[in-house]
């Protein structure tokens, strides 16, 4: 996604000596750095709220605890995390591009969101996979919840896994005026390394898991709505397929305003190492302030989305 895949990389693509010459030239307005400041909160606000009642309702009501809210507990967990500890700190540093927070954090700040993205995109996955089996195949055994767990446990292992190049190469410099944060991949491999890792990044968390999905909701969108009703025309057959199409719907809506969302950000990533004299021209830089946006905005409409769509 970024320089990886997360929302937190993205600044881990300048190199080093971007603007060492002559001071700051991410230097904004006041009135940009106002509002830029009030719509990056916003999601913060409305992200971290929401996805933390969201995981309350599902842990304090046994009722609620089923295969497909349990991966929305570990989604609401990802994404009210990243919200919590990426986004304004991304904002500050996308503002001047100046690097406040230390080493620590910015090995943190390019890791953590690339896992954070991976587990999103992986329950939501897991939440396709549970629905095409219980719809298509629901003679199959179910997962049961201790199962639901380990399926978390390695959603999140390889998350870590996969973003663990991204922070181990993070590093800062010291330029005349300001501190940056970057990942200086190794000696002579950085161009080949920084492509390689963001392809791969782009095609194991974006494109592979929408692939798998969208079979998956295709071939239960056809089972729920394109098919006859076979046999059983009951009322309770009749509100179990109902309550069946709202589940679906609900998570097609969730899965389609993520792919949107962060389509532009592996686009103007995948592009970056190709167009390089394009991302040194001035506007690129509120370019990307709108892009970064979008892919973070992603973790706030998910909950506004199962009040809309879920009576429970």
């Not at 219980?134 to 199962?147: E, F, K, M, T, V």
């Not at 922070?167 to 190794?186: F, I, K, N, Q």
């Not at 109902?242 to 592009?271: D, E, G, N, Q």
């Amino acid at each position: 996604m970024e320089a990886s895949t997360a929302a937190a990389a993205a600044n881990g693509s300048h190199n080093a000596s971007d603007g060492a010459g002559d001071g700051n030239p991410f230097v904004q307005p006041a009135w940009q750095v106002v509002l830029w400041s009030a719509a990056y909160a916003l999601i913060v606000l409305v992200s971290v709220a929401g996805n933390l009642v969201v995981i309350w309702i599902v842990l304090a009501h046994k009722r609620m605890r089923t295969v497909t809210n349990y991966f929305l507990v570990n989604l609401a967990f990802s994404e009210a995390a990243m919200a919590a500890f990426n986004t304004l700190v991304n904002l500050t540093y996308a503002l001047h591009n100046v690097w406040y927070y230390g080493l620590a954090y910015c090995r943190f700040q390019n890791f953590f969101p690339v896992a954070s993205v991976f587990a999103s995109i992986y329950s939501m996955t897991a939440i396709a996979v549970d629905r095409y089996m219980a719809i298509i195949h629901p003679l199959q055994p179910r997962l049961s919840a201790a199962a639901t767990k380990i399926v978390i446990c390695v959603i999140w292992l390889f998350a870590l896994l996969l973003s663990f190049p991204q922070g181990y190469y993070s590093t800062t410099a010291h330029l005349p005026e300001r501190v940056v944060c970057y990942v200086e991949w190794p000696q002579n491999k950085t161009q080949v390394s920084a492509i390689t890792y963001q392809f791969c990044m782009t095609i194991l968390v974006y494109i592979l898991p929408l692939i798998v999905i969208g079979y998956a909701y295709i071939m239960v969108g056809i089972t729920l709505w394109a098919s006859g009703i076979p046999g059983d025309s009951s009322d309770r057959y009749h509100e179990q397929v109902s309550a069946k199409r709202k589940v679906v719907k609900m998570m097609i809506i969730v899965v389609c305003t993520f792919a949107i969302c962060w389509l532009p950000y592996h686009v103007y990533f995948l592009v970056q190492p190709f167009k390089v004299e394009v991302y040194s021209e001035k506007y690129i830089q509120q370019v990307y302030l709108a892009i970064m946006w979008l892919a973070m905005s992603s973790t706030m409409y998910n909950p506004i989305i199962y009040c809309c769509l879920n009576d429970r």
